[in-house]
């Protein structure tokens, strides 16, 4: 069965950083791209990265270039968001989501809420 | 990176059919065969229902089917149920090699 279960999230202030973690089982990890994608509250999906599988590839919506940062450890079996300079707007519900090679996710996670205010 | 178009709310009574559509640019949705489209309950995580414009993963039932003219794609859910109730949301890849997601759309199960 595969799963994806997130964690790292909370409050955090302004300005401040938080590493999200991804653990993914029941499938070969080191065979798929990975995705991060978050949802405001009350709102809608927003995509935020993707890293391809052996982590050589990484891209980015504009909202969080350079400022987040997307890597996997094939060897742990596990996907991070490094988030830094982090804003109110970057408050939501991170999922993190597997999708086959050039296509879309198909398997997300329960998700972790990242709060950021002062 | 802007999102794909949704309508904001659809509804429909048991046992109609409901279409929703997806509009974005030749460089998303009418460039690629990659849409797919999400099922989403309050609370809980997506749910894919339909990828690479008109395919349904194993457990899916056949009446979630996908279609693509231009750059519209469209999700129609036919013999409507309750449980059918949710959010649902298109999301394509794009020629910036991300992905962008619609605004979402609520369907309501009279």
């Known amino acids: 069965e595969v799963q994806l279960v997130e964690s790292g999230g909370g409050l955090v202030q302004p300005g401040g950083s938080l590493r999200l973690s991804c653990a993914a089982s029941g499938f070969t990890f080191s065979s798929y791209w990975m995705h991060w994608v978050r949802q405001a509250p009350g709102k809608g999906l927003v995509w935020v990265s993707r890293i391809n599988s052996d982590g050589s590839s990484t891209s980015y919506a504009d909202s969080v270039k350079g400022r987040f940062t997307i890597s996997r450890d094939n060897a742990k079996n596990t996907l991070y968001l490094q988030m830094n300079s982090l804003r109110a707007e970057d408050t939501a519900v991170y999922y993190c989501a597997r999708a086959p090679p050039g296509s879309g996710p198909d398997y997300w996670g329960q998700g972790t809420l990242v709060t950021v205010s002062s | 990176q802007s999102a794909l178009t949704q309508p904001a709310s659809v509804s429909g009574s048991p046992g109609q059919s409901i279409t929703i559509s997806c509009t974005g640019t030749s460089s998303d949705v009418g460039g690629y065969n990659y849409v797919s489209w999400y099922q989403q309950h309050p609370g809980k995580a997506p749910k894919l229902m339909i990828y690479?414009?008109?395919n349904r993963p194993s457990g899916v039932p056949d009446r979630f089917s996908g279609s693509k003219s231009g750059n519209t794609a469209s999700l129609t859910i036919s013999g409507l149920q309750a449980e059918d109730e949710a959010d649902y949301y298109c999301s394509s890849y794009t020629s910036s090699s991300t992905e962008v997601f619609g605004g979402g759309t609520k369907l309501t199960v009279l």
């Open positions: 690479e414009v008109s």
